[in-house]
């Protein structure tokens, strides 16, 4: 077959496929409106998906009259992925789930993940080795044959040669890929979490109608996504989007990146966290010391808005001043970028709403509104503790040529 009309063939299927996931159910002819091919096209692609098992008929679309059509759906269970999380702040989250993110399995694990003299990165992707066969060995034999990639969402810069760069664990350059994939004989797919998470977000919008996105996480660390014409944007060295370090105060405090008063130092959750700490110690927010019984193992995102709520004077103007730094930094985002929407995630934002109200304000004060820009401001769909749907779309995005082609 001409390459061309191969090529054209695959698109199509992906645009097919990516209908039918993102509706749920969806009928032939939806299908024919939606992509503008012929209604003989879609038999046909949809009947090489069909034989494959990638989707199965089920059920009548009832909304139309007449003669009822057979519904579309992805078929979740064609095959299963194994989700890794490491996390610099809290345990390692291993998962086994279906295509679509629903949790077989999963186990949190303690690793050190800081690489010092004694915890070597050798040692340390040893470890994290171990803990990964370990855990897929214990699966049904039913679920492991059928497990046929890994996803890792990394909490530092993955480069175009998917060694990864972090600064807070102390990763230079780490080949985490390869080694995983000759150790344990699977295809292994790393990105940063925050494009993790943007991919499924990006899953939920109508990409004819807003192809300029920009998604900023901030947690862990504070990571921007920038989506333009629908395609993500990755930069020279794949390092786009490393706002956290970007400088909102020239003379702030000093950063673990070496620089003063950046971003993540006023909005990043970790340090927002740390300043609520220093109150308690200093005596300065009794109602947050209570709701935590005075024990500073109990602090977390959630206290904070409740001591705010309770009337915590010092918790709120820590709260409303993270809020104001990052309005001044979506402002300047909105600025630069000019997008059809801001989608800002993470514990804080889903926690509460006054960090987020607060933001928002800021930001259209500071908006430059000549053409008056009416920017889409919005929470994520993906929630914190569902980080593992966001993993396994990552992962579907990888493998659905080779699904397609009938290599797996």
């Given at each position: 077959m001409?390459?061309a009309?191969?090529n054209?063939k695959?698109?199509n299927?992906?645009r097919i496929?990516?209908?039918?996931i993102?509706n749920?159910?969806i009928?032939?002819?939806s299908l024919?409106t939606?992509t503008g091919?012929?209604?003989a096209?879609i038999t046909?692609?949809?009947?090489?998906?069909?034989?494959?098992?990638?989707?199965v008929?089920?059920?009548?679309?009832?909304?139309?009259?007449g003669?009822k059509a057979?519904?579309?759906e992805?078929?979740?269970?064609?095959?299963?992925?194994v989700?890794?999380?490491?996390?610099?702040?809290?345990?390692?989250?291993?998962y086994?789930s279906?295509?679509m993110g629903n949790?077989i399995?999963?186990?949190?694990?303690?690793?050190?993940?800081?690489?010092?003299?004694?915890?070597t990165?050798?040692?340390?992707?040893n470890?994290?080795?171990?803990?990964?066969?370990?855990?897929?060995d214990?699966?049904p034999?039913?679920?492991?044959k059928?497990?046929?990639?890994?996803?890792i969402?990394?909490p530092?810069?993955?480069?175009f040669?998917?060694?990864?760069?972090?600064?807070l664990?102390n990763?230079?350059?780490?080949p985490?890929?390869?080694t995983?994939e000759?150790?344990?004989?699977i295809?292994?797919?790393l990105?940063n979490i925050?494009?993790v998470?943007?991919?499924y977000?990006?899953?939920h919008?109508?990409?004819?109608k807003d192809?300029n996105?920009?998604?900023?996480?901030l947690s862990?660390?504070?990571?921007?996504?920038n989506f333009?014409?629908?395609?993500?944007?990755?930069?020279?060295?794949?390092?786009?989007?490393?706002?956290g370090?970007?400088t909102?105060?020239?003379d702030?405090?000093?950063?673990?990146?070496?620089?003063?008063?950046?971003?993540?130092?006023?909005?990043g959750e970790d340090?927002i966290?740390?300043n609520a700490?220093?109150l308690i110690?200093?005596?300065?927010?009794?109602?947050?010391?209570?709701?935590?019984?005075?024990?500073?193992?109990?602090l977390?995102?959630k206290?904070?808005?409740?001591?705010?709520e309770?009337?915590d004077i010092?918790?709120?103007?820590?709260?409303?001043?993270a809020?104001?730094?990052l309005g001044?930094?979506?402002?300047?985002?909105?600025?630069?970028f000019?997008?059809?929407?801001?989608?800002?995630?993470?514990?804080?934002?889903?926690?509460g709403d006054?960090?987020?109200n607060?933001?928002?304000e800021?930001?259209?004060?500071r908006?430059?509104?000549?053409y008056?820009?009416?920017?889409k401001?919005e929470?994520?769909?993906?929630k914190?503790?569902?980080?593992i749907?966001?993993?396994?779309?990552?992962?579907?995005s990888?493998i659905v040529?080779q699904m397609?082609?009938g290599d797996?």
């Amino acid at each position: 077959m001409n390459p061309a009309i191969l090529n054209e063939k695959v698109n199509n299927t992906k645009r097919i496929l990516e209908l039918i996931i993102q509706n749920g159910s969806i009928s032939r002819p939806s299908l024919a409106t939606l992509t503008g091919l012929s209604p003989a096209t879609i038999t046909n692609l949809t009947l090489n998906l069909l034989n494959k098992k990638i989707i199965v008929e089920r059920g009548k679309d009832e909304s139309t009259l007449g003669r009822k059509a057979n519904l579309l759906e992805f078929n979740n269970k064609y095959a299963y992925i194994v989700g890794v999380r490491p996390s610099p702040y809290f345990p390692t989250d291993l998962y086994i789930s279906d295509l679509m993110g629903n949790v077989i399995d999963k186990q949190s694990i303690k690793i050190n993940l800081k690489v010092d003299k004694q915890n070597t990165s050798t040692v340390l992707v040893n470890n994290l080795i171990s803990s990964i066969k370990k855990f897929i060995d214990k699966a049904p034999n039913s679920i492991y044959k059928k497990i046929i990639a890994i996803g890792i969402a990394i909490p530092g810069i993955v480069n175009f040669n998917e060694s990864i760069y972090s600064p807070l664990l102390n990763w230079m350059n780490l080949p985490l890929k390869g080694t995983i994939e000759n150790a344990l004989g699977i295809p292994t797919f790393l990105e940063n979490i925050a494009r993790v998470k943007s991919i499924y977000e990006t899953r939920h919008i109508d990409k004819e109608k807003d192809k300029n996105i920009i998604y900023i996480s901030l947690s862990p660390g504070i990571g921007m996504v920038n989506f333009f014409d629908s395609k993500m944007i990755k930069g020279k060295h794949s390092i786009a989007g490393e706002i956290g370090h970007m400088t909102l105060e020239p003379d702030g405090p000093k950063c673990y990146c070496g620089n003063r008063g950046c971003f993540e130092l006023y909005c990043g959750e970790d340090n927002i966290l740390k300043n609520a700490e220093e109150l308690i110690l200093k005596g300065k927010s009794p109602i947050l010391a209570s709701i935590i019984d005075n024990d500073l193992e109990n602090l977390d995102l959630k206290s904070l808005y409740e001591a705010q709520e309770k009337g915590d004077i010092e918790i709120h103007t820590l709260l409303t001043t993270a809020g104001k730094y990052l309005g001044c930094a979506l402002a300047n985002i909105a600025n630069s970028f000019d997008p059809d929407r801001l989608i800002i995630s993470g514990g804080i934002i889903e926690k509460g709403d006054l960090v987020y109200n607060c933001a928002v304000e800021e930001m259209r004060k500071r908006l430059f509104d000549i053409y008056s820009r009416d920017i889409k401001v919005e929470k994520p769909v993906l929630k914190s503790q569902e980080i593992i749907k966001a993993i396994a779309a990552f992962t579907l995005s990888k493998i659905v040529d080779q699904m397609i082609s009938g290599d797996i």
